[in-house]
Structures are given as structure tokens and as C-alpha cells.
């Protein structure tokens, strides 16, 4: 990443309260939602993995499965 937009990053992480990392976290999960709702092959990798019960991972896999009815 450019300086000047690791710089303009965190200042509006500070802004927000947050650190990079936590939201660098909320982007991507955001994306990964919606990329499994409308890429099938993601989606059936998800549903055939195995995830540790609670993880975000697993919550994911049940909404899914809970959504398209599995």
C-alpha cells in the first residue's frame, strides 16, 4: 500500500476508534458475505468445511445453511 494511503487509513481508523487490523477485518467479512451469497463455489466451500462450533466461520456456515434451506 502507498504511504499516503496507509496514512489516510489510519487516520480514519483513529477517527472511527478502531485499529486497522479490526477494520480491515469488517471490510473483508463484509465482502465475504456477500461473495458467498453469489459465488456458488465459495459458497459450497464454506458448506464443506469444518469450523470450530461458535467460530465466525461456523455462525456463517449455518446462516447459510439456514437461508438456502440445507
Known amino acids: 500500500m502507498a504511504p499516503e494511503c496507509h496514512a489516510l487509513l489510519k487516520g480514519v481508523c483513529a477517527l472511527r476508534g478502531v485499529t486497522v487490523s479490526e477494520y480491515v477485518y469488517k471490510v473483508l467479512a463484509e465482502d465475504f458475505h456477500?461473495?458467498?451469497?453469489?459465488d456458488n463455489q465459495v459458497q459450497q466451500m464454506l458448506i464443506n468445511g469444518e469450523y470450530p462450533r461458535g467460530s465466525a466461520?461456523?455462525?456463517l456456515k449455518e446462516q447459510i445453511k439456514k437461508d438456502l434451506q440445507l
Open 34 to 38: 456477500k461473495l458467498v451469497k453469489t
Open 57 to 59: 466461520a461456523y455462525n
